[in-house]
């Protein structure tokens, strides 16, 4: 299911609206099996990293198992994504808000539960008797995926149990699951490109642009295949069918960012 936002700003903000129940956050930034490396320890590849227009961070997995659930793993994913978001003259303040949220296949807590939220707090009590908060900025949360209620999150969770794209509630994430699954140019263009360089990222990205054909499209893709430093500007011309000279100006605008 990963796949299917890929490079895909708007399934994904589909998916944090619903995962966050707001109407109003517009994602501006999406990736999926995103590499942090360590150099002293272990690395972690994380299956979307989101960002907003506010620049708040979001780190989604997706996993079948309990166990790929640990709270540990959590706070794991946590320092990761905060070693390599903060710049060496930024201060403690300046790291943006953090949302790591684990979609599990069933109810890992087994209370019926939309949505297990992780709240800290301090021993202090308010006048009301209520603990203080203990506001960091990362915010984490678990997702049953068992529940099937008669709302958003419900019929989302719902479309990420089912591989039958007819059978799904939200177009925009079944047409993505009928491409992947059943574009045969798509498929094979795909297997073509793991063939020859070796990168299932960029067989991922490359197949944003084929369904339509549209230039925009083309441009969305070419900038992932960019990102990705798999392909040279020449293949990636080729691959998107662009002029080699609009590839070059993304290299070039993707250098300044």
Known sequence: MTVVFSGDKKATELLIRILLNRNDLTVTKSMTQVEKH??????????????????????????R????????????????LDSHTLKSNQKFKDLPNLYIIFILEHDMFETGQA??????????????GNNLPFDD????????????????????????????????????LASKVKFHK??????????????EY?????????????????????????????????????QIAQAEGLPLEKVLELQKQIMVE
Do not use: W
């Open 137 to 172: 900025g990362c915010n984490i949360m678990y997702i049953n995926g068992d529940y099937r209620g008669d709302n958003s999150l419900g019929k989302l969770m719902h479309d990420f149990s089912t591989p039958n794209a007819d059978e799904m509630y939200f177009d925009e």
């Open 65 to 80: 198992a309990d166990e790929g659930a640990d709270p540990r793993r959590i706070r794991y994913h946590q320092a990761m």
């Open 38 to 63: 360590n150099l002293f320890g272990r690395s972690v590849k994380l299956d979307v990293v989101a960002e907003d227009i506010f620049k708040t961070e979001y780190n989604i997995e997706i996993q």
């Open 198 to 234: 070796g990168d299932i990222r960029a067989a991922e990205a490359l197949k944003q642009g084929i369904q339509q054909g549209e230039e925009k499209k083309a441009i969305e893709a070419a900038t992932n295949l960019i990102k990705l430093k798999v392909l040279s500007a020449e």
């Open 182 to 195: 059943q574009d045969e140019q798509g498929v094979q263009m795909a297997s073509k490109i793991v063939e």
């Open 115 to 128: 949505v297990y939220h992780v709240n800290k707090t301090l021993d202090i009590k308010d006048e009301e």
